[in-house]
DNA sequence: GGATTTGTAGACTATTTAGTCTAGACTCAA
DNA sequence: TTGAGTCTAGACTAAATAGTCTACAAATCC
């Protein structure tokens, strides 16, 4: 051959696809290239390891679902940023579930690859301080348990919100969404 | 020998500890047979599979969890309840991981052995009595939307407030206690 | 058109793991 | 004392899986 017949994005979405029917157990090297017709050459020809597909796979996920949380947050729309959650959950069911239900551990067991970690280590950041900035907006300061705060309400009570609807697949009915808002309002207005 | 030298507890403990030190992954049969210095032969003696240590591990945890929460809730006190989670846990961290770290699902992957089904059946049912419960009580009903809600108050705030300690191995704060206490009286004292 | 790069193809290796199987040691009851 | 039952002992099997390696085919470059 010698013209690429699989790309990074192929290997990539075939193991999102195994993930969305089988869990992200179902991610394994062969099956990843069974599913695509590739062969295993192909598949370590683009990838140093599989801990590099996944984390790969996680760390664009991530950066997909951060970036409306991260918007809502600059636009100092504190309970939009709550809400994203829930709404971002009905439009990306599947990939939800993978970022959602099995944490970052599960995902990438050792070390995460090198090419990786200054993109975790950056998103990471992007989070924290987006937690601090709505913490100083909200409870005037930036503190440990005012960030601690921050957290919960941001991103704790969302997701758990969330969870038992992604295990059944479906999507999070209206109720999460009051749920979540009734937290935040109870949360915002003491301290 | 003739006379036990490895019970069932026994291996039910190795595997606890290893759960603890190294994550639910490392209880592979091997590994529980290796700490115990005991045979393989042994386990299987014991254990019709490795599911069926899992899941007779994850059921005492459970039960033991549930405990406290259902005594509470028979008391009639919702907010015991709620509290009862970070209570709980800063008395068994490493059982806390396990439990709820790891979901039902993580433990056992396939179906559960058939003598534990019933014990899941009937604990699972319990707790799901004691949300009706609540909700009647608190919410004057307990139809769907009621229940949804004593569980989001009840279940998963809880939880979701205590995650990340769990995470880094480290009891929960006060303030944890402080903002299940706060969504306990906003969740509660509307509809 | 020959050399080089890019990538496919898939057999092969090594490791981990659940589970099986046979041998035999020890205990106890009759 | 003997036979049945209980349990240890660990070698062995089979399957899954990450990763390697060599051959070679096609495109591209000089």
Chains 1, 2 share one sequence.
Request: with cysteine; hydrophobic share 45%; aromatic share 10%.
């Amino acid at each position: 051959m010698g013209r690429a017949l699989f790309d990074n994005a192929d290997f990539l979405s075939a193991a999102r696809a195994l993930a969305a029917e089988r869990g992200p157990a179902a991610i394994t090297v062969d099956l990843v290239a069974e599913r695509l017709k590739a062969p295993k050459g192909s598949f370590y020809y683009r990838f140093a390891s599989r801990d590099a597909l996944l984390g790969e796979l996680w760390l664009t996920t991530v950066l997909a679902y951060q970036q409306g949380f991260v918007a809502a947050i600059e636009a100092g729309d504190g309970l939009a940023a709550a809400l994203h959650t829930p709404a971002w959950v009905r439009r990306n069911l599947d990939d939800a579930r993978l970022l959602l239900l099995y944490s970052r551990h599960d995902f990438v067991p050792g070390d995460w690859p090198a090419s990786l970690r200054k993109g975790v280590r950056e998103q990471a950041q992007r989070f924290e301080s987006c937690l601090k900035a709505f913490a100083r907006q909200a409870f005037g300061r930036s503190g440990v348990s005012q960030t601690r705060r921050a957290t919960f309400v941001l991103a704790e009570v969302p997701i758990a919100a969330v969870r038992q609807h992604l295990e059944r697949r479906e999507p999070p009915p209206p109720l999460v969404d009051e749920l979540i808002a009734e937290t935040y309002r109870a949360i915002t207005s003491r301290r």
